[in-house]
Nanobody
Framework: QVQLVESGGGLVQAGGSLRLSCTAS????????TGWFRQAPGKEREFVAA????????KYADSVKGRFTISRDNAKNTVYLQLNSLKPEDTAVYYC???????????????????WGQGTQVTVSS
């Protein structure tokens, strides 16, 4: 069993930055692809970014490419999401998720991810 805990969300002005962290319990965390999703009020959960277990491959949604960076520290069982140049439309609850079916490939489909954290709120004011 894997438990994921997100942190680092908050209120920030447009153009600002935040760094989200996702820390996991369980030794299998570092073995698998990990992703970040977000869900804004009244909208469906959407893919943001993902990283393979080695960290060699990453993938980003077009809406965040060039502004967000995903990284991981397997020794700390933690995946990070650096959010720069934030926009009001980035406001959402951000979720960390683990895909136990993939090691060095990435899917952007939320249903393919097996474990989810409780989410952390990011609010960007204009």
């Amino acid at each position: 069993q894997v438990q994921l805990v997100e942190s680092g969300g908050g209120l920030v002005q447009a153009g600002g930055s935040l760094r989200l962290s996702c820390t996991a319990s369980g030794r299998s965390f570092s073995t698998y692809t990990t992703g970040w999703f977000r869900q804004a009020p009244g909208k469906e959960r959407e893919f943001v970014a993902a990283i393979t277990h080695s960290g060699r491959s990453t993938k980003y949604a077009d809406s965040v490419k060039g502004r967000f960076t995903i990284s991981r520290d397997n020794a700390k069982n933690t995946v990070y999401l650096q959010l720069n140049s934030l926009k009001p439309e980035d406001t959402a609850v951000y979720y960390c998720a683990l895909d136990r079916h993939r090691i060095e490939t990435i899917t952007t489909t939320a249903d393919d991810f097996d474990y989810w954290g409780q989410g952390t709120q990011v609010t960007v004011s204009s």
